[in-house]
């Protein structure tokens, strides 16, 4: 089970650290990714990080914006936003899954979504 936390209302210009926090019985996963879904839109992916090193790639839209980082000791993801933008506000959501990879279907655990509004 993945949990995400953080999200919230604010500014443009502003920073938001989200969470995801997953259990213990999750946890045999190669890379933990976030993806976003405004509304009316498609889930789109953000990024991913490998749980053993640390490696992590990122979309265009969010790459010098956004950061993906994971405490392996909590297992947990956190996916740092900052400078963010209304183009920004959608749930964003965690997933684990096996592979390294930016498509939705390679990840089978996801967590619930956290909301995100950014105001111009």
């Known amino acids: 089970q993945l949990v995400e936390s953080g999200g919230g209302l604010v500014q443009a210009g502003a920073s938001l650290r989200l969470s995801c926090a997953a259990s213990e019985r999750t946890f045999s996963t190669y890379a933990m990714a976030w993806f976003r879904q405004a509304p009316g839109e498609e889930r789109d992916f953000v990024g991913h990080?490998?749980?053993?090193?640390?490696?992590?790639y990122y979309a265009d839209s969010v790459k010098g914006r956004f950061t993906i980082s994971r405490d392996v000791t909590k297992n947990t993801a956190y996916l740092q936003l900052d400078n963010l933008k209304p183009e920004d506000t959608a749930v964003y959501f965690c997933a684990s899954g096996q592979f390294r990879s930016a498509q939705r279907i390679d990840y089978s655990v996801w967590g619930q979504g956290t909301q995100v509004i950014v105001s111009a």
């Open positions: 990080i490998t749980w053993t090193d640390g490696r992590t």
